[in-house]
T-cell receptor
Framework: GQQLNQSPQSMFIQEGEDVSMNCTSS?????WLWYKQDPGEGPVLLIA?????ELTSNGRLTAQFGITRKDSFLNISASIPSDVGIYFC?????????????FGKGTKLSVKP | DTGVSQDPRHKITKRGQNVTFRCDPI?????LYWYRQTLGQGPEFLTY????????KSRLLSDRFSAERPKGSFSTLEIQRTEQGDSAMYLC?????????????FGDGTRLSIL
C-alpha cells in the first residue's frame, strides 16, 4: 500500500533547541496534516496544509506543504518539555479516497530539561 | 466544544469472543472514520461514513469486522470471533465534508487486548 517515509524515527534534544522532521512519498498528495500523540491518547491535530508551497504556523510550530506535493516538513522552535510525544504526518492522496488518510510511522521526540 | 468520544477506552477479551466499540463524533461532523493503530505504527485506515452511508472499506477490514452508522450520528465497530492479531488501538475520527478539505479530528481510542 501507499507509504509515507517519516524521519527521523526519534530525536533526543535539549530544551530550547529547534526541531525539524519531515515526510516524503513517491505519490502526490492534496492535503498534508501534522498530528501529535501522547501515550494512551488519540492524535491531536497541529497543522493542516492544503496548497503546494503553503507555509503555516501554529505558535512555535511551522509546517510546509512541499512544492512537488510529495513532501512536508514540521519545525518546532525553542522546544519545551511538554513537546515530548510522537509526531505523525498524514496525507490525503491527490487521486484517491476522500476519506483515507495515510500516516507516517511517527517521530518520537524526547526533550531533556 | 465536545470532541470525538469513544467507548470503552479499554477492552480485554478472550480469543473468539465478539466485541463492539462505539464512537460519537463531533456533533456537526457528517463524516466518521475508523482507524487501527498497532504499537510503533501510525494509524491505518479501516472505513469511513458520510452520514449513514459507508463509502469506503480498506482491505484491512476482513469479513469479521463490521461497522455501522445507522442514523448518521454515532457509529459502532464490531469484531466477531476475535483473534490475537486484532489487539490494537481502534481510533475514530470525524470531519465536516464541504467543498473544501476539512481535517479529521480523533478520539482517544479503544485499546483492545485479546488474551
Amino acid at each position: 500500500g501507499q507509504q509515507l517515509n517519516q524521519s527521523p524515527q526519534s530525536m533526543f534534544i535539549q530544551e530550547g533547541e529547534d526541531v525539524s522532521m519531515n515526510c516524503t512519498s513517491s505519490s502526490i498528495f492534496n492535503t498534508w496534516l501534522w498530528y501529535k500523540q501522547d501515550p494512551g491518547e488519540g492524535p491531536v491535530l497541529l497543522i493542516a496544509l492544503y496548497k503546494a508551497g503553503e507555509l503555516t504556523s501554529n505558535g512555535r510550530l511551522t509546517a510546509q506543504f512541499g512544492i512537488t506535493r510529495k513532501d512536508s516538513f514540521l519545525n518546532i522552535s525553542a522546544s519545551i518539555p511538554s513537546d515530548v510525544g510522537i509526531y505523525f504526518c498524514a496525507g490525503q492522496l491527490m487521486w484517491g479516497s476522500q476519506g483515507n488518510l495515510i500516516f507516517g510511522k511517527g517521530t518520537k521526540l524526547s526533550v531533556k530539561p | 466544544d465536545t470532541g470525538v468520544s469513544q467507548d470503552p477506552r479499554h477492552k480485554i477479551t478472550k480469543r473468539g469472543q465478539n466485541v463492539t466499540f462505539r464512537c460519537d463524533p463531533i456533533s456537526e461532523h457528517n463524516r466518521l472514520y475508523w482507524y487501527r493503530q498497532t504499537l510503533g505504527q501510525g494509524p491505518e485506515f479501516l472505513t469511513y461514513f458520510q452520514n449513514e452511508a459507508q463509502l469506503e472499506k480498506s482491505r484491512l477490514l476482513s469479513d469479521r469486522f463490521s461497522a455501522e452508522r445507522p442514523k448518521g450520528s454515532f457509529s459502532t465497530l464490531e469484531i466477531q470471533r476475535t483473534e490475537q492479531g486484532d489487539s490494537a488501538m481502534y481510533l475514530c475520527a470525524s470531519s465536516f465534508a464541504t467543498g473544501t478539505n476539512q481535517p479529521q479530528h480523533f478520539g482517544d481510542g479503544t485499546r483492545l487486548s485479546i488474551l
